[in-house]
């Protein structure tokens, strides 16, 4: 398959994963282009025309498309704003205790902050498709929202309210483990492109055995060892 066949390919997975379209199906739609392809000696273009306008063509059960609804995003995003929080948390916690106070203070810079992130992720689910298709408004679309959050909790330094130190590093702690917890539930819960043939994921990298165990070590515990490595950085700097 040359460059330009695979990139086609690329184009119609991703249309398809826009469609909710689960991995397994995805791969037998991928199989069944190719199958034809090869017999006839048509390119993916010549035979099926643009992959974006062939992807929407196709049709597909309910079974066959993921799971969408407000709980399943609730589900698949909380370890990651557990673990956001508990991060923020902590780090707000060793400043308190680097500086010396009883309190840990949370400024509204901090609330804005998450109540942003919130908004952008549920903005981002409902217009992903032109954030997906359209580079250049993704990338103003996200680097404007980090900026907007990072400016707000730089700049709006008023305390909204304070939480006792010990309180905080239970919370702080809790969160991080519960973040952990929920990332490890979710591990079995990826939804590859599956070739019907070898029933291998059609995306995926080779790793020897220690990398991905690695990577899946990084993954689960990101949330903590950010925190660690912000808490040291805060303690040396601020200390």
Not at 196 to 215: G, K, N, T
Request: charged share 20%; net charge negative; with cysteine.
């Amino acid at each position: 398959m040359t460059g330009s066949d695979q990139a086609w390919i690329d184009d119609m997975v991703v249309e398809l994963r826009l469609r909710d379209v689960k991995g397994t199906v995805i791969g037998d739609a991928v199989a069944a282009v190719e199958s034809h392809c090869a017999d006839s000696g048509e390119t993916p273009r010549e035979a099926f025309g643009d992959p974006r306008e062939y992807a929407r063509s196709l049709e597909f059960g309910e079974s066959q498309q993921e799971d969408t609804s407000p709980g399943e995003w609730v589900r698949v995003l909380a370890p990651v704003v557990v673990g956001l929080l508990g991060f923020v948390l902590s780090n707000a916690t060793v400043l308190a205790l680097t500086r010396g106070h009883d309190v840990v203070a949370i400024g509204w810079g901090i609330v804005a902050f998450l109540l942003v992130l919130a908004l952008v992720v549920v903005v981002a689910s409902k217009i992903l498709r032109v954030l997906v298709t359209n580079t250049v408004l993704g990338i103003l679309f996200f680097v404007g929202s980090i900026t907007l959050m990072t400016v707000l909790a730089a700049a709006w330094r008023a305390t909204a309210f304070t939480i006792p130190v010990p309180l905080a590093g239970v919370v702080a702690i809790a969160l991080l483990v519960a973040s952990v917890i929920g990332a490890r539930l979710q591990r079995g819960t990826a939804d590859p492109v599956i070739d019907p043939l070898d029933r291998r994921d059609r995306y995926a990298r080779p790793r020897s055995d220690r990398m991905r165990a690695v990577l899946r070590f990084v993954s689960e515990w990101i949330f903590v060892i950010c925190a660690v490595i912000a808490g040291g950085l805060t303690a040396l700097l601020v200390g």
